[in-house]
């Protein structure tokens, strides 16, 4: 310590110099924490993405604000060059006055010029340095901070300002960064004061932090540099056009904006004005975000740009700031089954340093900002598998907090994502777009410029192609090289025209010979057309090849020159097989793809032009498995191919879902007017034709194209459908141009024109779609639909033409209301309701048909009773003088309407009243509006509220049942009735009972009017902070009751420990509430005193338990007794403890167990269900499955212990343990459970003795003689129970569950009580004449029991003479035993009577064979008998029992022993094989059919499709040969092998049906001849036999299958 000083002097001296002139930056945070509340902290949380413990950490710190500076700073939202971050999230949450003084406050601490671009400096060490001083933070005790502050030298005033501050912890550590004795890359000043102050354990604690700092540090650095390496090389070598081999572009010198639209919360479509804005859309609520659009609209040439400003730290824009990005092919992903797999493999080099385990934890670390960029979804190869890691993130069921962006086509969205998801929109490219390229990327020459922009603007069709940005691209390319460009007239045209610019610039460099070579490449590309057509409709899309799988496919030459030409592309990718080490297990491969999946869908379409129209089973199969939507231009490829095809693709296609568009765009294809042209178009505009607002531009021409064409040829047009699609009438060229600028002329053949607009059209808005009308001379009908006509025109605005036509103007299809072109108004066409209604439910068109009929009827002065909003109000226009509806249309003050009904949720604030009122004013006739379902504010100034509407007396009440009015001329809320003494809030109230009774509660508090019991029963949702109100589940919100006397709070379940403090929160707002009580749930156990809020203590509030008569000490956050007659009964009735139970259930229980001994209240039974894990005997404690701990409960009468299984005696002496320490413990049972059938002595503790405990056993009626752990009979009703009802000893039983049943079995013969039955079930060994038992194939033996009256052997197959034997040698010992049953296996036929004993006979034992009786086995004859005859034609089913099959073949075997004919057998679907000598016949049960000597006729049917082995069939031969009277052997339903020679049975005819009865084959001479014909079968016929037999039970055969893999 002697150079201490010095040292500390040194620091000293630093921190005095920089005390005179503190750091800016360090001024500005200390600035910044005292303008942030806890209200704008939150919002800032949320809108930074905080994980949720995060949040929850910053709600319930003591100083709030100073710890959300210090996680801004290390999350890199504030540093010293750039705080833009913040000031983002301050404007967008609508802080806009805290976020003017923010900026002025950096203008005036930090190095910021607000006109000049800032690259902010990028730190890794941000985030996690953060971390470690906020863990740093939480180890600094008070004494330590005062005890650094004098090592330190700090100045007394700064010492005072740290220990007086909420936090001076996070203080503490502020300065000592400030005055550098803490730093992201050293801490030693600090460590040295904390061993010098021999705080030895704060500092070991202090360096571990540090160095896993460093660590990460390090291991970030190292990880984000290899990632950057890597996509260096992808953004590195972009190919505008495939030839152009010899220029590769970095992605920034190509990219251009694309328009793009992103989705807001109602689903509507916003501009996006730049990629910088995608995921500042979401103002921090999407975590995921979708950015679909068209083939070729520059998806992942986008993606490639956000991974360039990644690398470059390209410094406005966002995605500079991720810490890491990890950018992520799709299409290469096939089969990788987890993230940190597709980072090793396509992310990170040869040699990388960073091991697997560093890339988890660096992605698992919720303080690194984490970009995931998921490229062409569309492509993946697993989208169909349901749980790939790629759906696990994209449902947030892992790597919830990382930002996800991923690309897809339009028509291949994922179809689940997580909550937290937006959606971006590419558009194309517009004129200023597709210039903007030319001249960044092509040429600076303006003149070439010009040439190339008019050559595309000349062809209008092509310009409308070239909105897809790829098209775009390959056309400016080839258009610079090209002087004149093809007269493109379909996308066909111009894909067809591309790839032969393609081979002809590849023939250009060759020679005459090789360049006849490259044509016939180029002419014949069958194989590459197949490949792609089969790779698009698998299963899963597979669009990766390996290279010399290709080469062998195509041929080297073939190859070479598509490579060449770019069509295919090469790849380099790492080929690493699993579980190997990285530097072992690497090796690269080539892998090949299209350059773009257009090209693929190309080839696909030109295969299946070629075969559409011969192979139709082809095109069915495709059509059937392919959506038109997910690959469209494979279908339009093919319309304009082959026209041929195009008229069967178009049917097909006009039968899906929205068929019609597409089926515009595959006739348009067809570039010649011919027939099947015109016979399309006819089926096309027989049906609607549709011109929409997001249709894309090429679709609008297409379908103009296809009325002009209808209008040349006067093919008439059904109905004409613009949707949304107007945007004015051009009276110089009598044309509707459209939004899209494209201009539509008068299509003459048009019966009938519908327009969809939304909001309110203005008068001349009318006047155009009626001009566009005039010039379509065969229109004689308009319809408006979702819009809303303004109420009349003036007559001589309306051209004369339209009424001498007779046009009928419907207005929404409901036709309620009409215009009359020759008064030039609106007309009511049905009568309107005494109750109008807006339901939030209602469709626009609904909506619009309604305010028309409201606004006829207003104009007509006709009287309406009541106008009902139901949860349709958006806001009150000033301008217009009208309501807006959240459907974005307008109502109209109706001066005829008599009564408002307004019917929101939630609670309504002062402006929103205000704006209803405003709406009532302009309805004259207005007298009475009524407020439901929502909550009005207490109070309105009376200078807000409109004079008039007191004037005219306007009554304001609120239902259901007019409790509440609001005077207008107060401006206040009064309750028109007297809320009594206890006022309840149920769940089952509706929410208009709700809100009314929140506003008589608040009327109540302003007035001062006491409440005596506030009940809020199942209802609560959370305490909103930034309100300080309850929210219920109704979302209705109730704020603070001044005048509340007490809180009832009834849940069910589990309360938290967050909803409980909310709930306190709450009370803390009532200022009067002196106690809360918590009814029907199970709380906390305990609650962090540092959590509960001082204010409830100073005000002595009493917190009650209901359930357990429990209150709060507040100021420990435990509870303690509070009513023992609570407990007193609850003990009385018995407790339990069961596995099923929460964690929290069954920490209620422990502690009520812990006040019952405190209390000294006896627990008359404790039950702990199935939740024993084992007995601790560190604590003597018993520790149970969820991990919670059970002390001995001296309390505890009695002890039920219920488990399922086996108990094993470890753990029946660990509950023996336990009971030894709950000392008042007289009684354990237990019950549902096998327990050992004894336990040692020596191992049972004496005590238990002693204290006389009695341990019994439910199951069996035992009780335990504890001083030799054996079980004696306790109730002997059990036993009798048990006996009464038959024992079984089964196979399948476990080893202890035989021997309590061989227990039980001794203890019914000590107490003489009779067994009705003894079942022994496939579990006999042999039988030990030595101990005269029977040995179990458990190794357990049973000796005779003298009580069983009835013995049952079930076992499978066929029992030996030895066998059966045995088992009477056990019968014999079972002095009471009259009948032996054998179930399920074949006895012998015989057995010698000298080898039976004698005593059977005399006892007169039966011998019954299977349970139906129909054979016996007698003893003195020993022989098997038959009890019933046998029926002429026996049938053997593989349907039938084991036991009746058992039964069965014994019959027969009687017979045949007996000479008795047996007729036919027949085995139905039975059998299985030939016994190995060929004298049985195995059947699927595993049992045999012997030789039959008398069996005459026998038929065997195999189940359907079965092939018949030689083996097999020559063993069914040979059988048949050893029946001596067998005359006819048949075989159906299976197929016999070919046998250039069969064997031939003397006697017997051998008939063969290869299908049930349909031909018949006979053997004759050792061949097969027909029985029709007397064919002989030759091996060709067959042959041909074989092929359709397998035809014809494949299908029955996958049926088969199929059921057998869902059982």
Request: hydrophobic share 35%.
């Amino acid at each position: 310590m002697a150079d201490s000083p010095s040292t500390y002097e040194a620091i000293g001296s630093e921190g005095q110099q920089r005390k005179s002139t503190p750091p800016a930056f360090w001024r500005f945070k200390i600035a910044l924490s005292t303008i942030l509340t806890i209200k704008v902290i939150l919002e800032l949380a949320v809108t930074f993405g905080y994980p949720n413990a995060l949040v929850d950490e910053l709600q319930g710190a003591s100083d709030s604000a100073l710890l959300m500076v210090m996680v801004m700073e290390g999350r890199g939202q504030i540093h010293p060059t750039d705080i833009s971050p913040l000031l983002g999230a301050l404007e967008d949450t609508g802080h806009h006055g805290i976020a003017t003084e923010v900026r002025a406050w950096s203008l005036e601490y930090l190095d910021i010029n607000p006109g000049k671009e800032q690259k902010p400096k990028k730190s890794l060490e941000l985030s996690s340095f953060g971390r470690f001083k906020i863990a740093l933070s939480t180890a600094l005790r008070e004494q330590t901070i005062q005890n650094l502050g004098a090592l330190f030298e700090y100045p007394r005033a700064l010492m005072d300002e740290i220990r007086n501050a909420k936090n001076s912890a996070l203080l503490m550590t502020m300065h000592m960064e400030e005055r550098g004795q803490i730093q992201p890359a050293d801490i030693s000043p600090l460590l040295t004061a904390l061993k010098d102050l021999r705080l030895h354990g704060v500092a070991s604690d202090v360096e571990d932090q540090f160095n896993e700092h460093l660590r990460i540090t390090g291991k970030m650095a190292a990880f984000i540099e290899e990632l950057k390496e890597t996509c260096h090389t992808l953004y590195d070598k972009i190919q505008p056009i495939p030839y152009i081999k010899e220029k590769l572009y970095s992605v920034d010198k190509v990219f251009i904006e694309v328009g793009m639209e992103h989705c807001d919360s109602r689903g509507s479509w916003k501009t996006l004005s730049s990629y910088r804005g995608i995921f500042s859309v979401a103002k921090g609520t999407s975590r995921i975000q979708v950015i679909e659009g068209e083939p070729g609209y520059g998806k992942s040439t986008l993606a490639l740009q956000l991974v360039y400003d990644w690398c470059n730290e390209v410094s406005d824009s966002p995605f500079c700031k991720p810490d890491i990005l990890i950018f992520l092919n799709l299409r290469q992903l096939g089969g990788i089954t987890s993230i940190i797999d597709a980072i090793e493999q396509f992310l990170l080099p040869r040699d990388s340093s960073v091991k697997r385990l560093d890339v988890e934890q660096l992605l698992s670390n919720r303080d690194i900002r984490i970009l995931v960029i998921f490229d062409a979804y569309d492509e993946y190869p697993d989208q169909h598998i349901e749980d790939t890691f790629v759906t696990q993130i994209l449902k947030e069921k892992m790597l919830r907090h990382v930002d996800v962006l991923l690309t897809t086509r339009s028509s291949c969205i994922p179809p689940a994502c997580g909550s937290r998801t937006g959606c971006i929109r590419l558009t194309g490219f517009d004129e200023g777009a597709r210039e903007q390229y030319v001249r960044k990327a092509v040429t600076g020459d303006d003149e070439e410029v010009q040439r190339i922009l008019e050559q595309l603007n000349t062809n209008p069709i092509l310009r409308d192609i070239c909105q897809a940005p790829l098209f775009s691209v390959m056309y400016a390319h080839v258009a610079h090289e090209e002087e004149e460009f093809h007269n493109i007239r379909s996308v066909t045209g111009f894909f067809e025209y591309m790839i032969d610019c393609f081979h002809s610039h590849a023939q250009n460099k060759v020679s005459d010979y090789k360049r006849e070579q490259l044509q016939m490449f180029a002419d014949n590309h069958h194989e590459l057309d197949k490949l792609a057509f089969d790779s698009l409709t698998g299963a899963n899309q597979q669009i990766l090849w390996d290279k010399e799988v290709l080469i062998k496919k195509f041929g080297a030459e073939f190859y070479g020159l598509y490579t060449d030409i770019g069509i295919l592309v090469e790849e380099e990718v790492i080929n690493r097989s699993r579980g190997a080490k990285r530097a072992q297990s690497i090796q690269y491969r080539t892998e090949v793809h299209f350059y773009h999946k257009l090209f693929c869908e190309w080839f696909a379409a030109c295969h299946l032009a070629e075969r559409v129209t011969s192979f139709q089973a082809l095109f069915r199969n495709f059509c059937k498995r392919v959506n038109p939507y997910d690959l469209q231009f494979v279908y339009r490829f093919a319309c304009g191919i082959n026209p041929a095809a195009a008229k069967r693709i178009i049917k097909l296609v006009q039968k899906k879902p929205d068929g019609d568009k597409f089926a515009v765009l595959c006739a348009l294809e067809q570039e010649e007017n011919t027939e099947d042209v015109l016979s399309t178009l006819r089926d096309l505009v027989s049906r609607n034709v549709y011109i929409r607002e997001n249709d894309t531009r090429l679709l609008q021409r297409t379908t103009v194209q296809l009325l002009e064409l209808a209008s040349q040829k006067e093919i008439p047009v059904t109905c004409l459908m613009l949707d949304q699609s107007i945007d004015k009438f051009d009276v110089t060229t009598s044309c509707m141009v459209l939004t899209s600028g494209l201009s539509l002329p008068g299509v003459s053949s048009v019966m009938k024109l519908d327009v969809t607009e939304s909001g309110n059209m203005s008068e001349d808005q009318c006047l155009q779609v009626l001009a566009f009308v005039k010039e379509c001379r065969d229109m004689i009908g308009v319809s408006f639909d979702g819009c809303v006509l303004p109420v009349s025109i003036p007559t001589e605005r309306i051209d004369h033409s339209l009424i001498t036509r007779d046009v009928k103007v419907s207005c929404c299809s409901d036709n309620k209301v009409e215009f009359n072109l020759r008064s030039g108004k609106l007309e009511n066409k049905t009568e309107l309701p005494d109750d109008v209604c807006f339901g939030s439910s209602d469709t626009v068109a609904e909506q619009a048909s309604t305010i028309m009929q409201l606004m006829v009827a207003s104009a007509d002065k006709i009287p309406v009773p009541c106008l009902t909003l139901g949860g349709c109000i958006e806001e009150f226009d000033v301008t217009t003088s009208s309501m807006v509806l959240t459907s974005g249309l307008s109502l109209p003050g109706v001066s005829s309407v008599m009564k408002l009904n307004v019917t929101e949720s939630g609670n309504m604030s002062e402006d929103q009243c205000l704006q209803v009122l405003a709406f009532v004013k302009e309805c004259r006739d207005m007298n009475e509006v009524s407020f439901s379902g929502c909550v009005l504010p207490v109070s309105i100034p009376t200078e807000r509220i409109d004079q008039s509407l007191i004037t005219r007396n306007v009554k304001v009440s609120c239902r259901p049942n007019n409790n509440v009015l609001f005077n207008l001329r107060s401006g206040k809320l009064e309750s028109t009735t007297k809320l009594p003494d206890d006022v309840y809030i149920e769940s089952g109230h509706t929410v208009a009972e709700r809100a009314s009774t929140i506003m008589q509660l608040m009327v109540a508090s302003a007035d001062k009017i006491p409440v005596t019991c506030l009940t809020l029963d199942q209802c609560i949702d959370k305490f909103d902070v930034t309100t300080s109100s309850m929210v219920l589940t109704s979302g209705l919100s109730l704020p603070g009751v001044s005048s509340v006397m007490k809180l009832k709070v009834t849940e069910s379940g589990n309360m938290s420990e967050d909803k409980y403090l909310q709930v306190l929160a709450f009370v803390k707002e009532c200022r009067d509430t002196n106690e809360v009580s918590f009814d029907g749930c199970i709380l906390p156990t305990t609650i962090p005193a540092r959590r509960i809020d001082t204010t409830l203590i100073r005000r002595n509030v009493k917190v009650s338990y209901t359930r357990y008569g429990y209150k709060m000490k507040l100021e420990l956050g435990q509870w303690e007794v509070d009513d023992v007659d609570v407990i007193r009964k609850l003990c009385s009735d018995g407790l339990t403890v069961s596995r099923d139970h929460s964690v929290l259930l069954q920490q209620s229980t422990i502690l009520l167990l812990e006040k019952s001994t405190q209390q000294n209240l006896p627990v008359t039974c404790l039950m702990l269900d199935r939740c024993i894990d084992k007995f601790d005997v560190t604590n003597s404690s018993l520790v149970l499955t969820s991990g919670l701990s059970l002390p001995g409960v001296s309390s505890v009468m009695k002890l039920n212990v219920t488990e399922s299984g086996n108990m094993s005696e470890d753990k029946c002496l660990d509950v023996l343990a336990f009971v030894k320490e709950s000392k008042d413990m007289n009684e354990v049972s237990f019950d549902g459970c096998i327990l050992p059938t004894t336990i040692p002595a020596r191992r049972i503790d004496t005590t238990l003795i002693r204290r006389n405990v009695k341990v019994s056993y439910t199951r069996y009626g035992y009780k335990m003689k504890l001083e030799l752990g054996q079980w004696e009979v306790d109730d002997v009703d059990v036993i009798q129970k048990l006996c009464s009802d038959g024992l079984t000893v089964s196979r399948d039983h476990s080893v202890l569950l035989q021997q309590s049943t061989i227990l039980l079995l001794e203890k019914s013969t000590q107490q003489n009580i009779p067994v009705t039955c003894l079942t022994l079930d496939q579990c006999i060994d042999k039988f030990d004449v030595t101990t005269s038992s029977m040995v179990f194939t458990s190794g357990l033996s049973l000796p005779g029991v003298s009580s069983v009256m009835k013995l049952k052997v079930t076992e499978s197959g066929i029992m030996s003479e030895d066998q059966c034997l045995q088992v009477l040698a056990f019968v014999k010992e079972c002095e009471d035993m009259n009948e032996v049953l054998f179930d399920g296996c074949v006895l012998p036929v015989s057995i010698p009577t000298e080898r039976i004993d004698h005593s059977l006979i005399t006892r007169n034992v039966k011998v019954p064979c299977c349970a139906n009786n129909k054979v016996e086995f007698n003893l003195r004859s020993g022989k098997l008998e038959s009890k019933t005859e046998l029926p002429d034609d026996v049938r053997i089913w593989s349907k039938d029992t084991v036991a009746k099959q058992a039964s069965t073949i014994m019959q027969l075997m009687v017979a045949s022993a007996d000479k008795i004919p047996i007729t036919m057998v027949r085995l139905y679907g039975s059998f299985s094989s030939v016994g190995s000598d060929s004298l049985s016949l195995v059947l699927h049960s595993g049992l045999c059919l012997p030789r039959l000597s008398s069996l005459q006729q026998l038929w065997i049917g195999t189940e359907d499709g079965r092939e018949v082995t030689v083996d097999e069939w020559t063993g069914i031969l040979n059988y048949a040969k050893n029946c001596q009277l067998l005359n006819k052997l048949e075989l159906g339903r299976c197929l016999l092998p070919w046998l250039d020679n069969n064997p031939n049975l003397d006697n017997t005819k051998v008939v063969w049906y290869p299908e049930c009865r349909v031909d018949q084959y006979i053997l004759q001479s050792g061949r097969w001849q027909r029985q029709k014909d007397d064919k002989v079968l030759t091996r060709e016929a067959y042959a041909s036999l074989v092929i359709g037999f397998r035809g014809r039970y494949s299908h029955t055969k996958w049926q088969k299958q199929r059921r057998a893999n869902r059982e």
